[in-house]
């Protein structure tokens, strides 16, 4: 079984508990404007590795990742657009009690037979997924993603059904995430989800702009800077002012 794989990092310390194995999977259906791996949004392209391959370079660094409690985490482009070479990697990282996570915007999420019946067989082998919600608007989710939300929504409340631990992620993104109303929303969104452990505002940066130009793309959000760290707090106080409010009315 072999993946599309854009390229390996093999100390993260942001995807996740502990010192992560990180695999960024090719392939994307979302056009984020805010996007900083813009270079692994072709699918079907990336270089061919088999979960044997991986396996082996992930089992040299074992002894550092699992006495930090850490794992593997495959993140993107979008993993789950590989649902089978997931499961056969998962699979695997399981008989070594590998910690799993899986980093996705839920963007090919559907609910054909096919999917489900793949994405259920996934899940017997995940511990941990990060989903990142990017905005709550349908209208203004089309705007940033090039895509509707429905979808997306549809895979938070799925996820929540079958108590699977997720960290919820927000790229705050001023003028375009941040608005006071859309981040009320959101939280309020959250506060209907049982299986959240983690909430994390990831701030706009930058930092791909290099890899828009390299592949003779326009970066939409030239003119926008990264939000102040005051700015984070704020949105992050609404957001669970929001989801904490919701579950006391709730209950």
């Not at 997306?152 to 790229?171: D, G």
């Given at each position: 079984?072999?993946?599309?794989?854009?390229?390996?990092?093999?100390?993260?310390?942001?995807?996740?508990?502990?010192?992560?194995?990180?695999?960024?999977?090719?392939?994307?259906?979302?056009?984020?404007?805010?996007?900083?791996?813009?270079?692994?949004?072709?699918?079907?392209?990336?270089?061919?590795?088999?979960?044997?391959?991986?396996?082996?370079?992930?089992?040299?660094?074992?002894?550092?990742?699992?006495?930090?409690?850490?794992?593997?985490?495959?993140?993107?482009?979008?993993?789950?657009?590989?649902?089978?070479?997931?499961?056969?990697?998962?699979?695997?990282?399981?008989?070594?009690?590998?910690?799993?996570t899986i980093d996705s915007s839920g963007g090919c999420y559907s609910t054909a037979p096919l999917f489900q019946e793949q994405f259920n067989e996934l899940l017997n082998y995940t511990d941990l997924i990060l989903v990142d919600l990017k905005h709550m608007n349908?209208?203004?989710?089309?705007?940033?993603?090039?895509?509707?939300?429905?979808?997306?929504?549809?895979?938070?409340?799925?996820?929540?059904?079958?108590?699977?631990?997720?960290?919820?992620?927000?790229?705050?993104?001023?003028?375009?995430?941040?608005d006071e109303n859309d981040l009320k929303e959101l939280g309020e969104f959250i506060g209907t989800l049982e299986n959240v452990e983690k909430l994390e505002i990831l701030p706009y940066h930058k930092l791909g702009i290099y890899k828009w130009e390299a592949l003779g793309l326009d970066y939409p959000l030239q003119n926008i800077e990264p939000p102040s760290e005051d700015k984070v707090n704020i949105a992050y106080e609404i957001l669970t002012k929001s989801l904490t409010f919701y579950k006391k009315v709730l209950s």
């Open positions: 079984m072999q993946g599309n794989i854009h390229s390996i990092e093999s100390f993260g310390t942001v995807d996740g508990p502990g010192i992560r194995y990180v695999i960024f999977t090719q392939g994307c259906l979302l056009r984020c404007q805010y996007c900083h791996n813009a270079d692994t949004w072709e699918i079907g392209t990336g270089k061919q590795m088999s979960v044997a391959d991986i396996m082996e370079d992930l089992t040299s660094y074992l002894p550092f990742i699992e006495s930090s409690g850490g794992g593997i985490t495959v993140s993107g482009g979008e993993p789950l657009l590989q649902i089978p070479f997931l499961i056969e990697l998962f699979k695997e990282c399981k008989k070594l009690g590998i910690h799993t349908r209208k203004k989710h089309i705007q940033l993603t090039g895509m509707a939300n429905d979808h997306i929504i549809q895979f938070a409340k799925l996820l929540s059904e079958r108590k699977i631990p997720v960290w919820i992620r927000h790229v705050l993104v001023p003028s375009i995430t941040d």
